[in-house]
């Protein structure tokens, strides 16, 4: 029978359209214009997001997802039991699913994060309808911010994070590092962290990924000038920008632009911005890693790299990380 007893109130921590204001301004204002790409996941492109995990070109959802089914035990194992699993950008927690199924009870809570409210609320009922034995502990909040975790209903032994989908590759190096080292000090010594990482490879591989035939990914990026209208009164045609993709070899990673098509004049927020024709938006980064780039990326964080899984083809891979028992 369906229960949403083991959902815990969310924890609101969202970012507000001021940070959201604030934050495309000064990117608009650069040579090179640029806006965060955590502000491409409202509710309309979580979903569209979701749209493009289903793609035949996205190869990085159904690999992760074959990896994950074929090494759950030994993932489940490593992470071991009561832990307390803190998913960062859950979105639709398709790839929990697999672990929850494995792990359900040995888990001491379950704290999925997103940004996205709706979407993180419906993936939670969706999730505690069939593991209602789980405690869960939604929070909504931008992930690379500091946020606070709600204390956990049942004893933990060890804080898990969980960051699939390559996500990781979203972030320059630099900010890739603070990052793992943000989760290091939030699980603490003793802690895990099962991330998945995509890996370098044949280039049209990477590129096609990011752009499909179906024009899905177009729509996902265009949705941030769609986002900047409503919610920053800005006059974006949409019609006149086109979705644009380049591998950068220098900086290992597959960059989205959104491209001017004309020569026109935009207002956001009450702010005038020219484009000349062919000028663009830089919106995403997906930078892709060799296991020893990750390993040494993890190495600085405090986190060693402890099991790697991959695919056939060594496209993607999964890796348990952890952090020292000695403290500190
Ligand atoms: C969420 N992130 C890992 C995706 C990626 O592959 O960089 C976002 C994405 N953007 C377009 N397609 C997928």
Request: aromatic share 8%; hydrophobic share 35%.
């Amino acid at each position: 029978m369906p229960t949403s007893t083991s959902i815990h109130p969310v924890l609101d921590q969202a970012p507000t359209t001021e940070s959201f204001r604030k934050a495309t301004l000064r990117g608009l204002r650069k040579n090179q214009k640029r806006v965060p790409s955590k502000f491409l996941y409202d509710e309309r492109g979580s979903k569209l997001f979701d749209a493009i995990c289903e793609l035949d070109e996205y190869y990085p959802t159904r690999t992760e997802i074959g990896i994950m089914r074929e090494n759950v035990s030994a993932m489940a194992e490593a992470i071991g039991p009561a832990a307390r699993l803190v998913e960062y950008g859950s979105g639709s927690s398709l790839k929990t699913r697999i672990l929850l199924e494995r792990m359900g009870e040995d888990l001491a809570t379950y704290v999925p994060v997103d940004i996205s409210k709706r979407h993180l609320l419906e993936s939670a009922e969706a999730l505690a309808e069939d593991h209602p034995a789980v405690p869960i502990q939604p929070v909504c909040a931008d992930y690379t911010a500091s946020f606070e975790l709600p204390e956990s209903p049942r004893p933990a032994r060890r804080t898990v994070g969980y960051y699939p989908g390559s996500t990781i590759g979203n972030f320059p190096r630099a900010q890739a590092r603070a990052f793992l080292s943000q989760i290091a000090d939030t699980t603490g010594p003793d802690g895990g962290l099962l991330i998945g990482v995509d890996l370098k490879k044949d280039v049209d591989v990477m590129t096609t990924a990011y752009d499909d035939a179906e024009g899905v990914t177009a729509a996902f990026s265009k949705n941030l000038l769609r986002r900047m209208n409503q919610e920053l009164n800005a006059t974006f045609d949409l019609d006149a920008f086109e979705h644009q993709v380049r591998w950068n070899e220098a900086r290992g990673c597959v960059e989205s632009h959104l491209r001017s098509t004309i020569a026109q004049s935009v207002t956001v927020a009450g702010e005038s911005f020219a484009f000349e024709e062919g000028e663009t938006i830089h919106t995403e980064d997906s930078h892709k890693y060799t296991l020893e780039g990750f390993a040494s990326l993890a190495a600085e964080t405090g986190f060693e790299v402890e099991s790697v899984w991959t695919d056939d083809r060594s496209y993607f891979s999964v890796q348990y990380c952890t952090t020292s028992p000695d403290l500190a």
